[in-house]
């Protein structure tokens, strides 16, 4: 598994489930590597359509957003990330005001955040 320079892995998200969204495959893979090395399971996700279908898991802790995916918004995935209780993050290089009200407790993280960063804003999410 390819590992940031600089993390070490850790057990902090131990347990978790963590849907990653993201249309970038590169930052998907460093996304999703990032938060193996804390321990989560991880399910990805390129698209709405595949993160709906991806939500009927039974076992998602929490979730990582991209904001626009593709031609879309996230804004299908966020409603039913909301309706089934699951904290999530915005994790974007866009700003988006408007979808950032609609979720004011959703944390958001610029792209290519420190891994630190990201594993610590899901972890407080899930707290």
């Known amino acids: 598994m390819w590992v940031p320079d600089g993390w070490a892995p850790n057990a902090t998200l131990a347990g978790r489930s963590i ?3 993201e249309d970038e495959p590169v930052i ?7 938060l193996s090395a804390a321990g989560a399971s991880i399910a ?9 279908r991806m939500l009927s898991l039974p ?3 929490a979730a990582v957003v991209d904001i626009t995916l593709g031609d879309e918004d996230c804004s299908a995935v966020c409603n039913h990330l909301s309706e089934r209780g699951i904290p999530f993050v915005f994790y974007t290089a866009q700003a988006r ?4 009200r609609r979720w004011p407790n959703a ?3 610029t792209k290519l ?3 630190d960063r990201l594993v610590e804003t899901v972890a407080g999410v899930l707290r």
């Open 44 to 52: 990805s996700a390129t698209n709405t359509r595949d993160a709906l």
């Open 113 to 115: 955040a420190s891994t």
């Open 107 to 109: 944390p958001v993280l």
């Open 19 to 21: 849907l990653v969204i």
């Open 59 to 61: 076992d998602v802790s």
């Open 28 to 34: 998907a893979l460093e996304i999703n590597a990032t």
């Open 97 to 100: 005001p408007d979808l950032m």
